[in-house]
């Protein structure tokens, strides 16, 4: 355990950490590098899987993240936490989305799985630049999942309002996130502060969308990104420029981290 750092920055990828084509600029990678060498611990703060990262972790060396929107927190390979969707709900939501002929995706802390696959989620997963997952409809009866998704075009409210007991994002045009009620990227972000003795030191968060929310509401040096939605924007202390013109970097000059 090493609480010897400055202070934590929390990153969420898509619309932050990541360009537009889903992808690490070399100048963001080298700015992150940077922030370690100041004594700063960079964390990811995502929806997507640690499978799902590697294109981040590779180049930036970061090795502590919170994934699946807070569900799974982990560091230096070590489990610092983690809340599982039980099975039976897990079969519930896929017996719904046969009503919609949505697509649910179950995610393990190393695997991905879907129900069935079609066009168009071929099309989605090329789209965030994501190996499409393999068809296995009873993969929620093999493993524990911290995190499905419900892949379609249309909005979260035909689920969220029947199951009490899950919180659905709609994160991108086709993609809902699914986790246990109760979990969310700052409820993650707080058992790992705590996990690594890091509670009492500074603590930043850069987001755009609508899982960013919770961090960027309770973190007190919260950073939207410029091509943030509106109630991001508004509870941030800060808003920079957006990812895809040195939103990440002026952020991090703001705060005299880099």
Do not use: C, W
Not at 59 to 70: A, E, H, L, Q, R
Not at 165 to 190: Q, R
Not at 232 to 237: L, S, W
Not at 241 to 247: H, L
């Amino acid at each position: 355990m090493n609480n010897n750092y400055k202070g934590t920055v929390f990153f969420d990828l898509d619309g932050t950490l990541l360009n537009a084509n889903s992808k690490m600029d070399p100048d963001v990678s080298q700015a992150v590098h940077k922030l370690r060498d100041n004594g700063y611990l960079p964390v990811i703060s995502t929806g997507r899987a640690p499978n799902e990262i590697l294109q981040v972790t590779g180049p930036t060396g970061i090795d502590t993240y919170v994934t699946f929107n807070g569900a799974l927190v982990e560091s230096a390979g070590k489990v610092i936490y983690k809340k599982i969707i039980s099975p039976e709900t897990v079969a519930k939501v896929i017996e719904k989305a046969k009503e919609y002929n949505d697509i649910i995706t179950m995610h393990s802390i190393d695997k991905t799985r879907s129900t069935f696959t079609s066009k168009f989620m071929s099309e989605f997963y090329k789209t965030v630049k994501i190996p499409e997952p393999i068809v296995d409809p009873k993969f929620y009866e093999k493993e524990e999942l911290p995190m499905i998704l419900v892949v379609t075009p249309d909005g979260p409210e035909r689920y969220s309002n029947v199951f009490d007991e899950l919180t659905f994002y709609k994160t991108g045009p086709y993609a809902i996130d699914t986790i246990s009620k109760g979990v969310t990227k700052m409820n993650g972000i707080k058992h790992l502060l705590s996990g690594l003795e890091l509670d009492q030191k500074p603590v930043y968060a850069f987001g755009d969308g609508p899982n960013d929310l919770s961090m960027i509401q309770e973190i007190q040096h919260s950073v939207a990104m410029g091509n943030g939605i509106d109630s991001v924007k508004e509870a941030a202390e800060y808003i920079t420029s957006a990812n895809t013109d040195n939103g990440i970097i002026n952020g991090l000059k703001h705060y005299n981290l880099i």
